[in-house]
Protein backbone atom coordinates (compact mmCIF):
# COMPACT_ATOMS: atom_id res chain seq x y z
CA UNK A 1 0.00 0.00 0.00
CA UNK A 2 1.07 3.63 -0.35
CA UNK A 3 1.85 5.93 2.23
CA UNK A 4 -1.14 8.43 0.95
CA UNK A 5 -3.28 5.10 1.47
CA UNK A 6 -2.67 4.56 4.90
CA UNK A 7 -2.57 8.21 5.88
CA UNK A 8 -5.97 8.27 4.47
CA UNK A 9 -7.32 4.87 6.53
CA UNK A 10 -5.58 6.10 9.79
CA UNK A 11 -7.16 9.39 9.36
CA UNK A 12 -10.65 7.95 9.29
CA UNK A 13 -10.35 6.17 12.35
CA UNK A 14 -8.60 8.96 14.10
CA UNK A 15 -10.29 11.89 12.63
CA UNK A 16 -7.73 15.28 12.10
CA UNK A 17 -10.90 17.13 13.01
CA UNK A 18 -9.53 16.39 17.03
CA UNK A 19 -6.68 17.82 15.98
CA UNK A 20 -5.40 20.35 19.11
CA UNK A 21 -5.04 23.67 17.31
CA UNK A 22 -1.12 24.17 17.31
CA UNK A 23 -0.46 20.36 17.60
CA UNK A 24 1.76 18.99 15.16
CA UNK A 25 -0.08 15.51 14.49
CA UNK A 26 0.13 14.11 10.73
CA UNK A 27 2.87 13.54 8.72
CA UNK A 28 6.23 14.49 9.74
CA UNK A 29 8.75 13.13 7.55
CA UNK A 30 7.70 10.65 4.54
CA UNK A 31 7.33 10.70 0.69
CA UNK A 32 3.52 10.44 0.09
CA UNK A 33 3.83 7.77 -3.14
CA UNK A 34 6.48 5.25 -0.84
CA UNK A 35 5.52 1.63 -0.95
CA UNK A 36 4.81 0.27 2.75
CA UNK A 37 4.84 -2.95 3.73
CA UNK A 38 6.17 -2.89 7.49
CA UNK A 39 4.63 -0.26 9.88
CA UNK A 40 6.04 -0.16 13.63
CA UNK A 41 4.30 1.35 16.25
CA UNK A 42 5.85 3.33 18.96
CA UNK A 43 5.01 5.55 21.97
CA UNK A 44 8.06 8.32 20.07
CA UNK A 45 10.95 8.26 17.85
CA UNK A 46 13.75 8.02 20.40
CA UNK A 47 16.92 6.66 19.29
CA UNK A 48 16.71 3.48 20.46
CA UNK A 49 13.45 3.31 18.30
CA UNK A 50 14.33 4.66 15.21
CA UNK A 51 17.60 2.15 15.74
CA UNK A 52 15.78 -0.93 16.20
CA UNK A 53 13.34 0.37 13.00
CA UNK A 54 16.37 0.49 10.57
CA UNK A 55 16.91 -2.69 11.70
CA UNK A 56 13.89 -4.64 11.34
CA UNK A 57 13.67 -2.33 7.57
CA UNK A 58 10.82 -0.71 8.94
CA UNK A 59 9.31 1.64 6.28
CA UNK A 60 7.01 3.65 8.41
CA UNK A 61 6.96 4.58 11.85
CA UNK A 62 2.91 5.55 13.76
CA UNK A 63 3.81 7.52 16.92
CA UNK A 64 1.77 9.20 19.77
CA UNK A 65 4.15 11.27 20.63
CA UNK A 66 5.61 14.42 17.95
CA UNK A 67 9.63 14.42 16.82
CA UNK A 68 9.14 17.44 15.44
CA UNK A 69 6.94 19.82 18.29
CA UNK A 70 8.07 23.45 17.76
CA UNK A 71 9.97 25.39 14.87
CA UNK A 72 13.08 24.28 14.17
CA UNK A 73 16.26 26.32 12.87
CA UNK A 74 18.42 23.51 11.72
CA UNK A 75 18.69 20.23 11.15
CA UNK A 76 22.22 19.21 12.13
CA UNK A 77 23.80 15.51 12.72
CA UNK A 78 25.42 16.71 15.81
CA UNK A 79 22.13 17.61 17.28
CA UNK A 80 19.96 14.78 19.17
CA UNK A 81 17.02 15.79 17.00
CA UNK A 82 18.45 16.40 13.92
CA UNK A 83 20.41 12.90 14.27
CA UNK A 84 17.22 11.32 14.33
CA UNK A 85 15.63 13.24 11.33
CA UNK A 86 18.81 12.25 9.04
CA UNK A 87 18.55 8.73 10.01
CA UNK A 88 14.50 8.86 9.33
CA UNK A 89 15.61 10.44 5.82
CA UNK A 90 18.71 8.13 5.03
CA UNK A 91 16.51 5.28 5.76
CA UNK A 92 13.66 6.26 3.86
CA UNK A 93 11.37 5.63 6.84
CA UNK A 94 8.12 7.85 6.91
CA UNK A 95 7.18 9.54 10.85
CA UNK A 96 3.26 10.09 10.92
CA UNK A 97 2.22 11.28 14.25
CA UNK A 98 -1.09 11.17 15.97
CA UNK A 99 -1.29 13.03 19.17
CA UNK A 100 -3.90 15.08 20.29
CA UNK A 101 -6.40 13.26 18.14
CA UNK A 102 -5.49 9.86 19.41
CA UNK A 103 -5.77 11.33 22.91
CA UNK A 104 -9.61 12.41 22.77
CA UNK A 105 -10.59 10.37 19.78
CA UNK A 106 -14.21 8.56 20.98
CA UNK A 107 -11.84 4.91 20.23
CA UNK A 108 -8.53 6.63 21.93
CA UNK A 109 -5.91 6.75 23.83
CA UNK A 110 -7.86 8.27 27.54
CA UNK A 111 -10.89 5.83 27.49
CA UNK A 112 -8.41 2.99 26.47
CA UNK A 113 -6.47 3.74 29.66
CA UNK A 114 -9.53 3.89 31.49
CA UNK A 115 -10.62 0.53 30.32
CA UNK A 116 -7.02 -0.94 31.12
CA UNK A 117 -7.15 0.06 34.64
CA UNK A 118 -10.72 -1.03 35.28
CA UNK A 119 -12.85 1.38 35.33
CA UNK A 120 -16.63 1.30 34.61
CA UNK A 121 -19.41 3.81 33.59
CA UNK A 122 -16.78 5.88 31.76
CA UNK A 123 -17.94 9.05 30.27
CA UNK A 124 -16.30 12.57 29.33
CA UNK A 125 -16.35 14.92 31.74
CA UNK A 126 -17.84 18.45 30.87
CA UNK A 127 -15.23 20.71 32.46
CA UNK A 128 -14.07 22.92 29.66
CA UNK A 129 -10.97 20.62 28.81
CA UNK A 130 -11.11 20.20 25.29
CA UNK A 131 -12.78 16.50 25.80
CA UNK A 132 -9.38 15.08 27.51
CA UNK A 133 -10.89 14.31 30.61
CA UNK A 134 -12.78 11.31 31.23
CA UNK A 135 -14.63 9.79 34.31
CA UNK A 136 -15.11 6.18 35.94
CA UNK A 137 -16.25 4.48 38.89
CA UNK A 138 -14.15 1.74 40.99
CA UNK A 139 -16.19 -1.88 40.62
CA UNK A 140 -14.76 -1.72 44.30
CA UNK A 141 -14.08 1.24 46.27
CA UNK A 142 -11.05 1.19 48.33
CA UNK A 143 -8.79 3.76 50.17
CA UNK A 144 -6.50 5.79 48.49
CA UNK A 145 -3.04 4.37 49.74
CA UNK A 146 -3.77 0.89 48.34
CA UNK A 147 -5.77 1.91 45.19
CA UNK A 148 -2.28 3.90 44.32
CA UNK A 149 -0.42 0.54 44.84
CA UNK A 150 -2.92 -1.13 43.06
CA UNK A 151 -2.38 1.30 39.95
CA UNK A 152 1.14 0.81 40.29
CA UNK A 153 0.50 -2.56 39.75
CA UNK A 154 -1.68 -2.65 36.94
CA UNK A 155 0.43 -0.10 34.85
CA UNK A 156 4.26 -2.05 36.08
CA UNK A 157 5.45 1.22 37.45
CA UNK A 158 6.28 1.01 41.10
CA UNK A 159 6.44 3.88 43.65
CA UNK A 160 3.47 6.02 42.34
CA UNK A 161 3.17 9.70 44.18
CA UNK A 162 -0.03 10.73 45.22
CA UNK A 163 -1.56 13.38 47.54
CA UNK A 164 -4.55 13.00 49.70
CA UNK A 165 -5.76 11.35 52.86
CA UNK A 166 -4.04 7.69 52.97
CA UNK A 167 -7.49 6.60 54.17
CA UNK A 168 -9.77 8.54 51.96
CA UNK A 169 -12.18 5.86 50.51
CA UNK A 170 -11.88 6.46 46.47
CA UNK A 171 -15.52 5.56 44.54
CA UNK A 172 -15.41 7.50 41.41
CA UNK A 173 -12.12 8.90 39.29
CA UNK A 174 -11.44 11.25 36.85
CA UNK A 175 -8.18 10.80 34.57
CA UNK A 176 -6.29 12.35 32.12
CA UNK A 177 -3.20 9.94 30.10
CA UNK A 178 0.12 12.45 29.69
CA UNK A 179 0.67 15.27 31.03
CA UNK A 180 -2.76 16.59 32.29
CA UNK A 181 -2.48 18.87 35.32
CA UNK A 182 -2.84 22.05 33.56
CA UNK A 183 -6.41 20.24 33.13
CA UNK A 184 -7.26 20.10 36.76
CA UNK A 185 -10.15 21.60 38.07
CA UNK A 186 -11.41 22.39 40.94
CA UNK A 187 -14.90 22.39 40.38
CA UNK A 188 -13.67 18.56 38.88
CA UNK A 189 -13.76 17.33 42.69
CA UNK A 190 -17.48 17.98 43.69
CA UNK A 191 -17.96 14.34 40.68
CA UNK A 192 -15.35 12.44 41.79
CA UNK A 193 -12.97 11.56 44.72
CA UNK A 194 -9.29 11.73 42.93
CA UNK A 195 -7.37 13.17 39.57
CA UNK A 196 -4.88 10.64 37.72
CA UNK A 197 -2.62 12.08 35.43
CA UNK A 198 1.31 12.60 35.00
CA UNK A 199 4.07 14.94 35.41
CA UNK A 200 2.85 15.99 38.77
CA UNK A 201 4.81 19.21 40.30
CA UNK A 202 5.57 20.63 43.55
CA UNK A 203 3.72 23.51 43.62
CA UNK A 204 0.47 21.55 42.16
CA UNK A 205 0.77 18.45 44.81
CA UNK A 206 0.87 21.47 47.70
CA UNK A 207 -1.96 22.95 46.03
CA UNK A 208 -4.34 19.82 46.65
CA UNK A 209 -3.03 18.86 49.35
CA UNK A 210 -3.92 22.32 51.17
CA UNK A 211 -7.20 21.74 49.36
CA UNK A 212 -8.18 18.55 50.72
CA UNK A 213 -8.01 16.96 47.37
CA UNK A 214 -6.19 13.54 45.84
CA UNK A 215 -4.57 13.15 42.95
CA UNK A 216 -2.33 10.36 41.72
CA UNK A 217 0.88 10.62 39.59
CA UNK A 218 0.61 7.63 37.53
CA UNK A 219 3.14 8.88 35.40
CA UNK A 220 3.95 10.24 31.36
CA UNK A 221 4.92 6.86 30.46
CA UNK A 222 3.10 4.40 32.65
CA UNK A 223 -0.07 6.68 31.38
CA UNK A 224 1.03 6.27 27.70
CA UNK A 225 3.13 3.49 26.87
CA UNK A 226 0.25 1.41 26.38
CA UNK A 227 -0.48 3.09 23.53
CA UNK A 228 1.24 1.21 21.46
CA UNK A 229 -1.30 -1.63 21.97
CA UNK A 230 -4.20 0.77 21.22
CA UNK A 231 -2.73 1.58 17.55
CA UNK A 232 -1.28 -2.20 16.97
CA UNK A 233 -4.75 -2.96 17.18
CA UNK A 234 -6.40 0.07 15.27
CA UNK A 235 -4.04 -0.73 12.29
CA UNK A 236 -4.80 -4.52 12.19
CA UNK A 237 -8.43 -4.33 12.26
CA UNK A 238 -8.36 -1.55 9.33
CA UNK A 239 -5.23 -2.36 7.24
CA UNK A 240 -4.75 -4.58 4.34
CA UNK A 241 -3.38 -8.15 4.94
CA UNK A 242 -0.45 -7.49 2.83
CA UNK A 243 1.23 -4.70 5.48
CA UNK A 244 3.25 -5.88 8.01
CA UNK A 245 1.88 -4.22 11.76
CA UNK A 246 4.57 -4.85 14.61
CA UNK A 247 4.51 -3.06 18.40
CA UNK A 248 8.37 -1.59 19.03
CA UNK A 249 9.67 -2.90 22.30
CA UNK A 250 13.00 -0.87 22.44
CA UNK A 251 11.42 2.64 24.56
CA UNK A 252 11.68 2.22 27.67
CA UNK A 253 10.72 4.57 30.45
CA UNK A 254 14.05 6.94 30.66
CA UNK A 255 12.97 8.09 35.03
CA UNK A 256 14.53 5.28 37.39
CA UNK A 257 13.71 4.98 40.46
CA UNK A 258 16.84 4.57 43.06
CA UNK A 259 16.56 1.63 45.64
CA UNK A 260 17.50 2.09 49.00
Known sequence: MKLSEIISIIESIIPIEAIEPGDPSGLQIGKFQKDIKHIRV?????????EGAIKDKVDMLFVHHPLIYTPIQSICDDTVYGHKIYDLIRHDIALYVAHSNLDRASNGLNRFFGNKIGLEDITEMNMDTHGYTLSGSLKKPMGLKSY???????????SLKYVGDD???I?????VTGSGMSLLKEKMFEEVDVFLTGDLKYHDAMWVYESGYSVIDVTHYGSEIMVTELMLELLVQH???????SKDNCLNNPIKISEV
Do not use: R, W
Not at 43 to 50: H, P, Q, T
Not at 171 to 175: D, L, R, T
Open 171 to 175: KKVAF
Open 239 to 245: LDKSVMV
Open 42 to 50: ALEASIDVI
Open 167 to 169: QKI
Open 148 to 158: AAFLGGQLATP
